[in-house]
């Protein structure tokens, strides 16, 4: 669906990234509308260095790309998504960043879309402290319920004194004013643990899902991988920060394993895991993207996917379901697509919908893991 954006200095056609059909949520939200109309002066301001963090889906770049503007992701849908709606509105490409490269200078304004995880907003606001200047505006944007006083003391322990505006269409402005002198602690990310019983170092940047411990999921999923001699290709979907697709790896000695993620911390977290237990990393591959949209169709024997549910705030089935569409497009025939979810997703359903067939491998109160075959 594309919607609107109306602003006090005029208005921008956005869409919502991944495009699915009946789209009944806008590619924008109040705190976006706050941030910009309180920035209307500085929209046209050709000489203001600006970077924009965490733009979901464009709004803030289109809005802002007459300045000197870049934007910071660590998503790769949302920056598909930002350069996409700024074709949309005959705008001109931005520099567009993603969370493992280094930032360079220093900015003018910087807009923080605050999002659910603290520690990535931390890790964020560590990288950016320096390059800033004395006269730097910095301000985040979030609906309230995003905002606690956690959010609040990042900004006050890594930037300076910080306070918010009042709130509006339950959206509110986060104000923080540099300190040079303040003393900072250092930035605790990457982190890692130690995987038992194998002993692996597991690394992980800051917005990985699951970085302090092995999650109870994972760990279920990788006690059940199968194992073969043959040569296969694998696909770790989803891959986080690995795992699935390294124990796929131990258990498979022929395979080629191709991990894949829409964020770029957890690929680079995968693909220094991999490396750390593998020294050979030919076989391997590691991917940017969204889902298997890129992949070579009837390429894969096996996809392990433990699929995401929510979008941001957006809660819902339709990544699951993007996920196992564009994995039976990719499987060989007779290819298996293995899949793990809280028992009340209710996944068999969907697989049995796509794949005319599911099958329940293993279960525990919490945790199913199914398999379904390409005919």
């Keep these: 669906m594309q919607t609107t954006l109306t602003l006090e200095r005029g208005a921008f056609s956005l869409k919502r990234f991944p495009i699915k059909k009946n789209e009944q949520l ?82 003018d304004l910087v807009i923080i879309k605050v999002q659910k995880s603290l520690a990535q907003l931390e890790d964020q606001l560590h990288k950016l402290r320096p390059h800033l200047h004395s006269n730097s505006k910095i301000i985040g944007c979030a609906m309230v319920k995003m905002i606690h006083n956690s959010t609040l003391s990042f900004f006050e322990k890594i930037i300076g004194p910080t306070k918010t505006s009042l709130a509006k269409k339950k959206a509110r402005l986060i104000f923080s004013q540099f300190d040079r002198e303040l003393q900072v602690a250092a930035n605790p990310y990457p982190q890692s643990y130690t995987l038992e019983p194998d002993g692996l170092q597991i690394l992980n940047h800051a917005n ?52 894949c993620d829409e964020s770029h911390m957890a690929v ?14 030919s076989q391997a591959t590691f991917q940017v993207t969204d889902c298997l949209g890129d992949r070579e169709k009837a390429s894969a024997d096996l996809i392990l996917n433990n699929p995401p549910f929510h979008q941001q705030n957006a809660i819902g089935d339709f990544i699951a379901w993007q996920m196992f569409s564009q994995a039976l497009q990719v499987l060989k025939k007779h290819g298996q697509l293995w899949v793990i979810g809280n028992r009340h997703l209710d996944y068999q359903n969907k697989l049995l919908k796509l794949f005319g067939n599911c099958q329940q491998v293993q279960s525990n109160k919490k945790f199913v893991i199914l398999k379904s075959v390409k005919k």
């Design 208 to 259: 990985v899902f699951s970085r302090a411990k092995l999650d109870l999921g994972c760990r279920y999923f990788i006690e059940h991988i199968p194992s073969s001699d043959e040569a296969l290709e694998i696909i770790d979907l989803g891959c986080g920060n690995g795992i699935v697709g390294i124990i796929a790896a131990q258990r498979n000695p022929k395979a080629k394993i191709h991990f």
């Design 268 to 281: 680079a977290s995968a693909q220094h895991n991999y490396h750390q237990a593998f020294k050979d990393s």
């Design 26 to 107: 806008q590619a924008w939200d109040a705190a976006d509308q706050l941030v910009l109309n309180h920035l209307a002066d500085e929209a046209d301001n050709r000489e203001l260095r600006v970077l924009i963090i965490n733009d979901q889906f464009g709004a803030l770049s289109v809005a802002l790309s007459n300045t000197q503007a870049c934007m910071l992701s660590d998503s790769y849908i949302a920056q598909q998504a930002t350069q996409a709606n700024l074709t949309l509105n005959n705008l001109p490409p931005i520099t567009l960043l993603n969370s493992t490269e280094a930032l360079t200078g220093q900015y």
